[in-house]
């Protein structure tokens, strides 16, 4: 079985700083990869995800993710954050094939942003 | 597109009554899933659907709770009786072929 690890609980960077989240997996093969965010009282919306090719994902809110086989991560990444980023981060994995079909998520972090 | 539409957002009770929890998948996408979350426990997968069908329901955490999804448009989430410790934010998902879920905004459940 899958499972995800996100190494930090908490993250907190200053307005216009980069950002990097940390998202570990193990999974037998290439897995199928996902970040999702998510604001107070909301639901998870999707930022990116990953199923093959290009290992540099782009996706909204100008966030970028990167798959390092070799190292089993698909960290999160923003040049330049703004305070409306702040909001809990979500790595998820998804096994190939059938069993694809459940995400096994990672415990989340949460990132402040300071003025 | 409207996206997954959840009801009621915040649902107070008081334990042993019965809780339902509605769900509106986005049109045109085959599976469904409930996900429960929680400070302790993180986000749960409870019970998955594909083409109106249970297929998964391994994290549904006792017989109290219980799923449907009579047609394609909706599902249900019933809670009988409510316990404390089922207080959460219950989630509903839903996606096409490609494995991208989309989740609504949730409910927050609390009972008393």
């Known amino acids: 079985a899958q499972s995800v690890t996100q190494p930090d609980i908490h993250i907190t960077v200053s307005e216009g700083a980069s950002l990097e989240l940390r998202c570990n997996y193990s999974y037998g093969a290439t897995p199928y990869l996902f970040w999702y965010v998510q604001s107070p009282g909301q639901g998870l919306q999707l930022l990116l995800k990953?199923?093959?090719?290009?290992?540099l994902v782009q996706g909204i809110k100008g966030f970028e993710a990167e798959f390092k086989r070799s190292q089993s991560s698909f960290n999160l990444r923003k040049p330049s954050v703004h305070w409306s980023d702040a909001a809990e981060y979500f790595c998820?994995?998804?096994?190939?094939?059938?069993?694809?079909?459940?995400?096994?998520f990672g415990g989340g972090t949460r990132v402040l942003v300071k003025p | 597109d409207a996206g997954v539409i959840q009801s009621p957002r915040h649902e107070v009770t008081e334990m042993g009554q019965e809780v339902t929890l509605r769900c509106k998948p986005i049109?045109?996408?085959?599976?469904l899933f409930w996900y429960r979350q929680t400070m302790m426990r993180g986000l749960e997968l409870l019970i998955y659907f594909n083409n109106n069908v249970p297929i998964d329901d391994s994290g549904m955490p006792e017989d109290r709770f219980s799923a449907k999804m009579p047609n394609a448009s909706f599902s249900t989430l019933k809670i009988q009786p409510s316990e404390p410790r089922d207080s959460a934010v219950y989630f509903c998902a839903s996606r096409p072929t490609s494995l991208a879920q989309y989740f609504g905004p949730g409910t927050r459940l609390t009972v008393l």
């Open positions: 990953y199923f093959s090719g290009d290992t």
């Open positions: 049109s045109g996408h085959d599976y």
């Open positions: 998820a994995v998804g096994a190939r094939g059938a069993a694809g079909n459940k995400l096994t």
